[in-house]
């Protein structure tokens, strides 16, 4: 395995998830695909007990995954967000990284592409920035992010044209009954070629077939 997927979307088979996989497989390198709804990955704890060997001693699911990072030469990972800010999924995982930053950086000159998927431009680059922080905390090669355009749940919920919470008046500028047919498809968007291109020269770099990988430098 040289590359590792990480999905923070609960939702079954999401926009997220196949933008994930879609990177993953153009890549042409062997790979993992992790949803974090699937597994247990608390948030950090702040108990430093992972200062001395990098090793958190939490017990859930995080050291495994701790020990496939540590073992793979690229990464992709990808949220969402709901109340307009990271999902608590793809938090909490981010969060753990500390565990494997402190004194060694054992993720270090690692590759990483980021993914966001949610409603509005401004929160989900304000959620590809927080995570493109952290990666810099880490030391990663940030190769890449991509915002994908995400859907109003209560189209699905089976009962967004009654209840008075609904987002869809919000979302449309035209009246609409709630139906999956509003949903906007990953691969119907501009960002699944972008995405597909860019894991395919990440497997490409990785290969050795180019000497050339693009870095994000965050403000």
């Not at 054992?106 to 959620?127: F, P």
């Not at 859907?151 to 979302?171: A, E, M, R």
């Not at 501009?190 to 180019?210: D, N, P, R």
Request: charged fraction near 25%; proline fraction near 5%; glycine fraction near 6%.
């Amino acid at each position: 395995m040289k590359i590792l997927g990480i999905s923070g979307s609960p939702v079954p088979n999401s926009n997220t998830d196949r933008l994930v996989l879609q990177v993953l497989r153009s890549s042409s390198l062997d790979f993992e695909f992790i949803k974090l709804s699937n597994v247990h990955v608390r948030p950090c704890l702040a108990c430093k007990s992972c200062v001395e060997d990098n090793t958190c001693k939490v017990s859930d699911d995080f050291p495994e995954i701790a020990q496939k990072m540590r073992e793979v030469q690229a990464v992709v990972i990808g949220g969402y967000t709901p109340y307009r800010m990271l999902d608590a999924y793809t938090k909490a995982f981010l969060e753990r990284l500390w565990s494997m930053r402190h004194n060694h950086s054992l993720n270090e000159k690692k590759y990483v592409i980021s993914i966001i998927s949610g409603l509005y431009k401004e929160v989900r680059d304000a959620a590809l920035n927080a995570i493109a922080i952290e990666l810099q905390m880490e030391r990663m090669h940030h190769v890449a992010e991509f915002g994908i355009q995400g859907n109003v749940p209560c189209l699905t919920c089976g009962y967004g044209d009654d209840c008075k919470n609904s987002g869809i008046p919000h979302i449309f500028t035209n009246k609409i009954k709630a139906s999956p047919n509003h949903c906007v498809d990953v691969e119907e968007q501009q960002v699944w070629e972008e995405a597909s291109k860019t894991g395919q020269l990440l497997g490409q770099f990785l290969k050795g077939e180019t000497n050339f990988i693009p870095c994000i430098k965050p403000d």
